[in-house]
């Protein structure tokens, strides 16, 4: 049950920048003894993933704030964010074999696929509410939006490692933001379509 809320925090997490959660696990696993990585997966704590990971993070970050090329960078994270949801699910899963389902353990590929669906969601939300937020905010928005993501991943990566219990608050007040931002898409549309139609 813990692997699973584990693998289920830092797979959404993933949908939001790829690299955080990634980054968590593979700092976590080399220098502490909070995550212990299983046979194919150690390759993420070395010296060598952590590097190209945290290039790729940095170029993210940068790449996020900027209106209009964020579009750009979450069509590329179309394929990544929800392959490194999978990963990190599938890694975490596996290391977990005191509470790990007996039929999970025979089923590899489950947690896999259920890492890359959730992260596939929370990146389809942000990918869909982003170029909106740019364009009401005359791409102000899009840094504060960002910004707020990066944390958001931050703080999902962290309790999903160190109090999984907690994912579950956490993947709702996720659920709660994503729901919330719709209905603000939805809304500032509909202002715009009404008054596209008072005007014609």
Do not use: C
Request: glycine share 10%.
């Amino acid at each position: 049950m813990l692997a699973a809320l584990t693998g289920m925090g830092l797979s959404a997490a993933a949908g939001l920048n790829a690299y955080i959660p990634f980054l968590a696990v593979a700092i976590l696993a080399r220098f502490t003894d909070v995550v212990t990585l299983p046979a194919g997966y150690e390759w993420i704590e070395s010296g060598w993933a952590i590097g190209i990971g945290a290039v790729l993070l940095l170029t993210e970050v940068v790449l996020d704030k900027i209106p209009a090329v964020d579009t750009i960078n979450d069509t590329i994270q179309t394929f990544i964010r929800p392959s490194m949801g999978g990963l990190v699910f599938a890694a975490t899963s596996a290391a977990a074999d005191i509470d790990s389902s007996t039929w999970m353990a025979e089923r590899p590929w489950v947690s896999v696929v259920l890492g890359v669906v959730l992260a596939g969601l929370v990146h389809t939300g942000k990918m869909a509410a982003r170029p909106v937020v740019n364009g009401a905010t005359v791409g102000v928005g899009g840094p504060v939006v960002s910004t707020v993501e990066d944390g958001a991943s931050i703080g999902l990566s962290l309790v999903a490692l160190l109090a999984p219990l907690f994912v579950i608050v956490a993947l709702g007040l996720l659920a709660w933001l994503l729901v919330w931002m719709w209905l603000r898409v939805r809304t500032w549309r509909r202002s715009r379509r009404d008054g596209a139609y008072a005007q014609g």
